[in-house]
């Protein structure tokens, strides 16, 4: 079993840059991470993912250039770094791990956080 927690979240500044945590632990593939969100209403939707190593990252257009995802192997932790955040990116961010499939459908994930929110103000 894997269980991921995920931080960093709040109430933040169209012009900050928070960076979101994402612990894992239990977990004993080293399986791709991946991060999504959930906006009031919407579908849960692809943010960002990377290998294991980190040597291979994707990321939906929607956020490209502005957030960067990361991983520190010895920590077990995926970090997405925010910058240039618009109103829209208001939402609940998940963490999930050991895609199988698309890893741009949330259905292909196997294992999820609890979610953190984050909510920009302009």
């Known amino acids: 079993q894997v269980r991921l927690v995920e931080s960093g979240g709040g109430l933040v500044q169209a012009g900050d840059s928070p960076r979101l945590s994402c612990v894992a632990s239990g977990r004993t593939n080293n399986e791709p991470m991946g991060w999504f969100r959930q906006a009031p209403g919407n579908e849960r939707r692809f943010v960002a993912a990377?290998?294991?190593?980190?040597?291979?990252?994707f990321y939906s257009d929607s956020v490209k250039g502005r957030f960067t995802i990361s991983i520190d192997n010895a920590e077990n932790t995926v970090y997405l770094q925010m910058k240039n955040l618009k109103p829209e990116d208001t939402a609940v961010y998940y963490c999930?791990?050991?895609?199988?499939?698309?890893?741009?459908?949330?259905?292909?994930?196997?294992?999820w956080g609890q979610g953190t929110q984050v909510t920009i103000s302009s």
């Open positions: 990377t290998t294991w190593s980190g040597s291979s990252t």
């Open positions: 999930a791990a050991d895609p199988e499939g698309d890893y741009t459908s949330p259905d292909a994930w196997g294992y």
